[in-house]
DNA sequence: CTACAATCGGGACGGTCATCCCGGTTGCCG
DNA sequence: CGGCAACCGGGATGACCGTCCCGATTGTAG
């Protein structure tokens, strides 16, 4: 049986790393995690060997809620609302979490692996809607998943985040067939 | 006078560090470009005493011939028109300049300020093309250069760049008002 | 051709960071 | 309450890189 302050020391790197990645990206070193969680450097390479790991943990968390947001909103609504949805909610949660944006920016991460792999395949949901509105004559058949990356990488790379509406309204409208 | 050998390294080093940006982008070490020059890293310090410095050098040769470009399509087309060629100008540059991609993602370096600095303001041809565009009702008027920016790096961020005529459509389309 | 100064090469240095390791500590079972 | 195994802290280690420095070299003026 694990020992008290071990799952508590888990939980509470847990806890700061994912507030840290989310305010201020993937580049914090480690070191700092274990300072501000109040631990030493030793117990966060222990709960979570690599860097990797650590925030692999935290992404798997962010993805399984939009995984299970998805499920709702394809069985809620049409494709193609749901399709812009879904954009929509991965977009404005990746805008908030400065980490989650580097990592679908692809700075060393496969979230569409990790995801994959945990069952939490937001992007195979995202996939799936886009086929099912082309089909349905909704969406412009030639766009591929990747196109629909890119934009998404677009819209967070927007830095002051104050126009994400206005931006998610341009690329709406390009996508409509 | 400066000495024959100094003004060709200086010229190789240039050559090289272009070519290698472009293939391999920016995270190269300079030890690296160095070595495939055939010269000492202290040369390339000489030189170009930052990494900085020496990215600064090839990006402003980029930016003057988009800056030419520019005015060229100022002069040609109506605004709208000149506005969308440009950005997609812009876009392919990148498309097949890693290092050129990276630098307008804003991985520290200000293309906008190096760029307005040294006469090339690309961004700011960008941005009055916009405005222009929108005073004469053919672009959606709440769309921001910021947002502009942001599909630029969308663009910029589509690994294969297979599709980028089908972005490229597809932002034209949500962007005309 | 000679000598000197500009230039060169590449190793040294300093800084950053992830990961590993180990002596000290402490929760927990009996 | 005693003892041990699991766990802790944080310093040590090693890798990587940009920049600087200096003894060796070489172009060039005279």
């Given at each position: ?20 990645f ?26 979570f060997?690599?860097?990797?790991d650590?925030?692999t943990a ?33 977009v ?6 400065l ?48 196109d ?19 931006l ?10």
């Amino acid at each position: 049986m694990a020992r008290a302050d071990a799952v508590r020391n888990r939980a509470k790197v847990l806890e700061v790393a994912a507030q840290i990645f989310a305010t201020e990206g993937l580049s914090v070193p480690v070191h700092e995690i274990a300072r501000r969680a109040g631990v030493g450097t030793g117990t966060v390479s222990r709960h979570f060997p690599t860097k990797e790991d650590l925030f692999t943990a935290i992404l798997l968390d962010r993805m399984a809620g939009l995984t299970r947001s998805a499920d709702e909103l394809a069985k809620r609504y049409d494709p193609a609302t749901a399709f812009f949805e879904l954009f929509a909610m991965v977009v404005r949660e990746g805008a908030h979490h400065l980490g989650l944006a580097e990592a679908l920016a692809g700075n060393g991460y496969d979230m569409d692996t990790i995801g994959a792999e945990a069952g939490f395949d937001v992007a195979g949901r995202l996939h799936t809607l886009l086929i099912m509105a082309q089909q349905a004559g909704t969406i412009r058949p030639e766009i591929g998943i990747g196109d629909v990356k890119a934009l998404m990488k677009g819209c967070l790379a927007d830095e002051a985040n104050k126009n994400l509406d206005t931006l998610l309204v341009v690329i709406t409208a390009g996508l409509r067939a």
